[in-house]
């Protein structure tokens, strides 16, 4: 049949109760937030035992509103994991490929992760 859902509008950061859910996506959040580790708090806190967090961060994107800036995969990996997720699957792909001349790029990493 068709594919219903129903959307919300909640401030997961304030929210004392969340209903847990079995999945969740959090599409270039983190680099928006001054510290995006309380966000995937949040996001840890609203998932069902084994739910599953399809999560993607911008990496070593300066842009105007990007308030916490990722240097690499790691630091993104190592702030999923320090709330309790489980990386299962890590994907990265680069805004335009690197050169020599310009060895640094903007890029996407996005994870699955479970709880």
Same mark, same amino acid.
């Given at each position: 049949g068709p594919c /219903?859902?129903?959307? /919300?509008l909640k401030d997961v950061l304030t929210e004392a109760e +969340?209903?847990? +859910?079995?999945?969740?996506i959090s599409m270039e959040i983190l680099e928006h937030f001054e510290d995006p580790t309380s966000f995937l708090k949040c996001l840890y806190r609203? +998932? +069902?035992?084994?739910?599953? &967090?399809?999560?993607t961060a911008a990496v070593n994107a300066p842009q105007f509103d990007h308030i916490y800036l990722y240097r690499n995969d790691q630091e993104i990996l190592e702030q999923? /994991?320090?709330?309790?997720?489980?990386v299962?699957?890590?994907?990265?792909?680069? &805004?335009?490929? %690197?050169?020599? /001349?310009? %060895?640094?790029?903007?890029?996407?990493? &996005?994870?699955? &992760?479970?709880?």
């Open positions: /219903r859902y129903e959307l /919300r +969340l209903e847990p +859910l079995p999945f969740l609203m +998932l +069902l035992k084994n739910g599953k &967090a399809f999560i999923i /994991r320090s709330v309790g997720f489980q299962e699957t890590v994907f990265h792909a680069y &805004a335009y490929p %690197p050169t020599r /001349r310009i %060895p640094v790029v903007p890029s996407i990493v &996005a994870v699955m &992760a479970t709880k």
